[in-house]
């Protein structure tokens, strides 16, 4: 009787101990949002040493899982897989707060945005602002908005890039957090100025000066960096140079950006101090920017009429961009492999639409640049898809009308807009009659035309004459040849630099675009040659 009765005994305090050491786990767990934002570090360290065995519930493991995804994204640890995160995406896309949901849906689009999949990450952003519009944690929404500026900004859209940016930053000056609040404002600034709206972006800059002693030095140097290249060439040099001796004056000379200050004297033609402020560049500095160095350095020797200098640099840019490329291509070469991992099942019900979709905006690219921009993203939803298909006819009838005066067009032009002509209405058949054959036949013609990429450049640019016929014209007079002509098409069509290289196979595509840089009057920096193209094609229309 004694010997089960201290049996008995032994076996509560066990028992007991168990639950003590689970519930203290957990416990740990809960804590850790307390200290989260001030000392990521140090919640990274504690949820990596916690034993996770303790953790008995799914709502104990979805929390664990979602701080920890936390903590590694506020200590730069970058993750490009749902392994940390699962547990908290199956749990709380169920149960759990607005808050949690916020969170959960925030950090599985940073996961996304890691890999490179910037569709998948705007979706997540937006699911996340939609679950947690009832949450109060708005710093979260803040980040959530600024990295939704940031898609928007690489999609060339202006007016969403600054109204995420501002709705951000509201969030942040609401809780006095005047560091990633200057972050949004240097954004809006460099936005308005892409964008052409200059006066905008002087009164952000004027409005927000008052916080300029408010910011940290890092986040300071970055925006005074960004402020002045935005501005530069738009505004008057002695603006520019009050707000570089603002720039000095604010911060110290070891947190001063050199090459940006080199880029503006260069930029004023003044490359004996361009040179000067260049050659103040640390080696730190120079690694890290080490292509945009060189490229300003060629330039400031260019100016300086010491050709044998000149050529030294341009050669180390040329070789650090082929290097470059070289590694974006494995880069990318890894996440298609992982994001095919991780989206097998999801790419496979959207198989037959996104072959639609692609297909139709490839035949619209040589007449829309709207369609064209829907044809590389892939983001057509099904009111879109609709919208697409309207703009099909339009385009129909316009080349019906085109062909009607085609004693004004030579006979190549003709047949190219024809062709395709024909093929559009295969398209249009099989949308109407839902007839897949039909469908699957017109995709095989196209597949054979991008398949002999001479005959699509050649085909494209007969099509873009009879089409918009001032536009070639203007190329034909700045002396490009009929290669260099069709490269321009690819950019006209949409594609970006990287994605004409990767459609033409060619790592060195960058030289090609420096070439015609030079015959269209354009500096190396002056603006983005697809964005220049673009704006031509409309001009010329």
């Not at 168990?18 to 200290?35: F, G, L, P, Q, W």
Request: glycine share 4%; aromatic share 12%; net charge negative.
């Amino acid at each position: 009787m004694k010997n089960c009765l201290a049996l008995a005994m032994i076996l509560s305090g066990v028992l007991f101990c168990a639950c003590s050491k689970s519930n203290d786990t957990v416990r740990m767990v809960y804590d850790v949002e307390n200290y989260i934002e001030s000392r990521p570090d140090s919640a990274l360290a504690v949820l990596q040493n916690l034993d996770q065995t303790q953790l008995v519930s799914d709502k104990d493991k979805a929390k664990y899982a979602l701080y920890l995804s936390m903590a590694l994204d506020k200590n730069y640890i970058d993750k490009t897989d749902f392994e940390v995160l699962q547990p908290a995406l199956d749990y709380f896309s169920k149960h759990g707060s607005a808050t949690d949901k916020l969170r959960t849906f925030y950090y599985q689009g940073r996961i996304y945005q890691n890999s490179g999949d910037n569709e998948n990450a705007l979706s997540s952003f937006v699911v996340s602002m939609n679950f947690g519009e009832s949450s109060l944690d708005t710093l979260t929404k803040a980040r959530n908005l600024f990295a939704q500026s940031s898609i928007y900004k690489g999609l060339y859209n202006w007016e969403k890039t600054i109204e995420a940016s501002s709705e951000a930053a509201s969030y942040y000056k609401a809780k006095s957090m005047y560091n990633p609040y200057m972050d949004c404002i240097g954004y809006i600034i460099n936005t308005n100025s892409i964008s052409g709206d200059y006066n905008s972006a002087l009164r952000y800059l004027e409005e927000n000066k008052k916080y300029i002693p408010l910011i940290n030095i890092p986040t300071k140097s970055n925006y005074y960096s960004l402020c002045l290249v935005s501005l530069s060439g738009h505004v008057p040099d002695t603006y520019i140079l009050d707000l570089l001796k603002e720039y000095q004056d604010n911060v110290p000379v070891e947190y001063i950006n050199w090459i940006s200050v080199a880029k503006l004297y260069l930029e004023m033609h003044d490359y004996t101090n361009a040179l000067y402020y260049l050659e103040l560049t640390d080696q730190r500095a120079k690694k890290e920017n080490k292509l945009q160095y060189y490229s300003i350095l060629s330039l400031i020797y260019d100016g300086l009429d010491n050709s044998n200098k000149a050529l030294e640099a341009y050669k180390n840019y040329i070789s650090i961009s082929d290097s470059l490329d070289l590694v974006i291509f494995k880069h990318d070469t890894q996440f298609i492999e992982e994001r095919y991992n991780l989206e097998l099942s999801a790419l496979k019900e959207k198989q037959k639409k996104n072959l639609i979709v692609s297909i139709a905006a490839l035949l619209l690219i040589a007449l829309s640049a709207a369609a064209a921009q829907i044809y590389n993203r892939l983001k057509i939803s099904k009111m879109e898809y609709k919208l697409l298909y309207a703009q099909m006819e339009v385009e129909r009838d316009n080349l019906n009308a085109l062909l009607s005066k085609s004693q004004d067009l030579n006979e190549a032009a003709v047949a190219a807009v024809a062709d395709r002509l024909k093929l559009l209405n295969k398209f249009f058949t099989a949308y109407i009659s839902d007839n897949y054959e039909i469908d699957r036949k017109a995709s095989k013609e196209m597949e054979s035309l991008l398949d002999n990429k001479e005959e699509f450049m050649n085909s494209t640019r007969l099509a873009f004459t009879g089409t918009h016929p001032k536009f070639i014209q203007y190329l034909e007079e700045k002396g490009l040849t009929e290669w260099e002509i069709n490269y321009c098409c690819l950019y006209a069509l949409g594609l970006k630099g990287k994605e004409v290289g990767a459609y033409m196979k060619m790592r060195s595509h960058y030289n090609n675009s420096s070439i015609i840089r030079e015959k269209l009057g354009i500096g190396e920096h002056d603006t983005n040659l697809g964005i220049y193209i673009r704006r031509l094609l409309e001009n010329a229309s």
